[in-house]
């Protein structure tokens, strides 16, 4: 079974960058076909997409966070990486990471998500 | 892009059905059968219960139906149980690769 498992610092201070890993059991990132995704809820609000990574090291991001967001993978380890630069209390959320099935119609495109980690609350606040 | 547009809330009673809507443009939804749904109970992660619009996943229940119109995708769910009481989630792929999901929508089983 797929089981996906954020980790990180729970706290950050603004301006700073947020860290956070996941590490992949039970499949191995090296497989093509799926993305490794990170997605984040706002408290009491809804889903919103960060960015996907292929195992070949080939990202799609959001764009209103391109521009702060760096996606690693670390198949040595099976695990992949999110770095959020200059952080405010916005992006306080709990984020998840998540396998994204993929298809290929001339490039990488999803179709859904379909193992998710449980969750990581990282707060920005000073 | 604008995120996929969900009816904040909708209820029934146990046994009955309900439909929960989603609706997106001609760059998203109206371009591609790659609509997802996603259930969120509270403090937990989603889980996928639809794929490619109307796929279900080995292990979910067939009282989950889904099907897309032009521009909005519905999600169905039929007899509903107390269980099915959650957040649900529509989600698209969209052109220049990104990936759009819905505000979300609170099912409350009467």
Known sequence: ?126 | QSALTQPASVSGSPGQSITISCTGTSTDIGSYDLVSWYQQHPGRAPKLIIYEVSERPSGVSNRFSGSKSVNTASLTISGLQADDEADYYCCSYASSTIVLFGGGTKLTVL
């Open chain 1, 1 to 126: 079974q797929v089981q996906l498992q954020e980790s990180g610092p729970g706290l950050v201070r603004p301006s700073q960058t947020l860290s956070l890993t996941c590490t992949v059991s039970g499949y191995s990132i090296n497989h093509s076909g799926h993305f490794w995704s990170w997605i984040r809820q706002h408290p009491g609000e809804g889903l919103e997409w960060i960015g996907n990574i292929y195992y070949s090291g080939i990202t799609y991001s959001n764009p209103s966070l391109k521009s702060r967001l760096a996606l690693s993978v670390d198949a040595s380890q099976n695990r992949f990486s999110l770095r959020l630069a200059s952080v405010t209390a916005a992006d306080t959320a709990v984020y998840y990471c998540a396998r994204g099935v993929t298809l290929f119609r001339g490039y990488l495109i999803l179709r859904e998500f379909d193992f998710w980690g449980q969750g990581a609350l990282v707060r920005v606040a000073s």
